[in-house]
C-alpha cells in the first residue's frame, strides 16, 4: 500500500502557541487528503478534508480558524493549530486518498498542550 | 440512524477460532467499501477493499459484500493475538469516507 507520513509523531507546546503538523504522501500524488482527530478509546472523527489547491472543506463543529488546513501540493498537506488549549491534546490522523476511494493514513502526531 | 454501523463488541475468541466482523450501510448507491484494523495507539490500517458482490479473500482474511441487504463482513480464520485490534468499517464515495465506530477484536491464547 501507500505510503503517508507526518511530523512530527509527538509535540508538547505551551497554551496560547501553535503547532504545524506535516502530512505528506511519500509514493503517490495525492489530491484529497483527510485530517482526523482520535481522543482515547474514541472513533475517528473527520475534521476536515483537503483538496490540492483549492480551501479546505471542514465538519460542522470544527473551527476553521482555529485548524488551518493548507494543501499546498499534491503530496502535502499541513495542518496548523492556533492558539491551543489543553482541550485540544489529542491524536491527530492524517489519511490520502487513493483512486479507489481508500484512505492510506499517517502514523498520526500525538499532541499536548500544557 | 448511523450512516455505517458495526456491531457493538467487544468481540472475543480463542485463538485459532473464525472471527466475524459485521457493518450494515445505509446509502443503497455505495459502491467502495473498506475494513481497516486499528491497534490501540495507533493509526488505522487498510486491510481489505471490496467492490462488488461476493467475497474477497486475501490471506487469512475474507470480505464479504451483498449490497441487496447493504451488508459487509469481514471474516479472519485462524485468529492470532496478534489480530487483537479495533475494525473499523468504511464506505467510500468521491466525497470522504464515512466510518463505523469500530468493532475491537480480542484474540485470547
Known amino acids: 500500500g501507500a505510503v503517508v507520513s507526518q511530523h512530527p509523531s509527538w509535540v508538547i507546546c505551551k497554551s496560547g502557541t501553535s503547532v504545524k503538523i506535516e502530512c505528506r504522501s511519500l509514493?503517490?500524488?495525492?489530491?484529497?487528503m483527510f485530517w482526523y482527530r482520535q481522543f482515547p478509546k474514541q472513533s475517528l472523527m473527520l475534521m476536515a478534508t483537503s483538496n490540492e489547491g483549492s480551501k479546505a472543506t471542514y465538519e460542522q463543529g470544527v473551527e476553521k480558524d482555529k485548524f488551518l488546513i493548507n494543501h499546498a501540493s499534491l503530496t502535502l498537506s499541513t495542518l496548523t493549530v492556533t492558539s491551543a488549549h489543553p482541550e485540544d491534546s489529542s491524536f491527530y490522523i492524517c489519511?490520502?486518498?487513493?483512486?479507489?476511494?481508500?484512505?492510506?493514513f499517517g502514523p498520526g502526531t500525538r499532541l499536548t498542550v500544557t | 440512524q448511523k450512516e455505517v454501523e458495526q456491531n457493538s463488541g467487544p468481540l472475543s475468541v480463542p485463538e485459532g477460532a473464525i472471527a466475524s466482523l459485521n457493518c450494515t450501510y445505509s446509502?443503497?448507491?455505495?459502491?467502495?467499501f473498506f475494513w481497516y484494523r486499528q491497534y490501540s495507539g495507533k493509526s488505522p490500517e487498510l486491510i481489505m477493499s471490496i467492490y462488488s458482490n461476493g467475497d474477497k479473500e486475501d490471506g487469512r482474511f475474507t470480505a464479504q459484500l451483498n449490497k441487496a441487504s447493504q451488508y459487509v463482513s469481514l471474516l479472519i480464520r485462524d485468529s492470532q493475538p496478534s489480530d487483537s485490534a479495533t475494525y473499523l468499517c468504511?464506505?467510500?464515495?468521491?466525497?470522504?469516507?464515512?466510518f463505523g465506530d469500530g468493532t475491537t477484536l480480542t484474540v485470547k491464547p
Open positions: 468504511a464506505v467510500g464515495d468521491a466525497g470522504k469516507s464515512t
Open positions: 446509502d443503497r448507491g455505495s459502491q467502495s
Open positions: 489519511s490520502a486518498r487513493g483512486i479507489y476511494y481508500e484512505q492510506y
Open positions: 509514493d503517490f500524488q495525492a489530491t484529497t
